[in-house]
């Protein structure tokens, strides 16, 4: 697969995303759809890299920076697309930019919870800290974080 990651993508890409995320919406009711707001947010931030095969986006991870922290916010890859190393290659590339931005530790928030075996093999670990859950139910997400050698 000849996959391209892309910081700062063409406003075309960011429409690709948005049809594919709006149909798993539709059809499963799951996905990042419903944070579209902060895609798009993302996006007008220069925040958002975007993987691409043939012309298309087929996957985005949403990422913000604080002092020497930084943030993946989202990570979505279209259903089609998955279990090919695309989510491991956008997490790789944002890494490397954070590397270079002189940040030490990585914060994850594992939701949904299915992704927190995907982000343990990326090296992340589980944070001393209580399960997030707003609404007094199951937990809701697992903090994780990474410590990069800069």
């Not at 990651?5 to 499963?28: D, S």
């Not at 989202?74 to 956008?90: C, F, Y």
Request: charged content about 25%.
């Amino acid at each position: 697969m000849n996959l391209i990651i892309e910081h700062n993508p063409p406003i075309q890409r960011l429409r690709q995303l948005e049809v594919w995320l709006k149909q798993e919406y539709e059809k499963i009711g799951e996905g990042f759809y419903c944070n579209w707001n902060i895609i798009e947010d993302a996006y007008n931030k220069n925040q958002l890299l975007c993987a691409t095969f043939n012309d298309s986006a087929i996957g985005l991870l949403v990422w913000r920076k604080w002092e020497n922290f930084g943030f993946i916010e989202i990570l979505s890859i279209n259903p089609k697309d998955r279990k090919q190393k695309i989510g491991a290659s956008l997490t790789i590339e944002c890494e490397s930019y954070f590397m270079t931005e002189k940040v030490t530790i990585v914060h994850v928030d594992c939701h949904p919870l299915s992704s927190h075996l995907f982000w343990k093999k990326q090296g992340y670990t589980d944070c001393n800290c209580e399960k997030y859950n707003p609404n007094g139910n199951s937990a809701f997400s697992i903090k994780l974080h990474k410590k990069l050698n800069v």
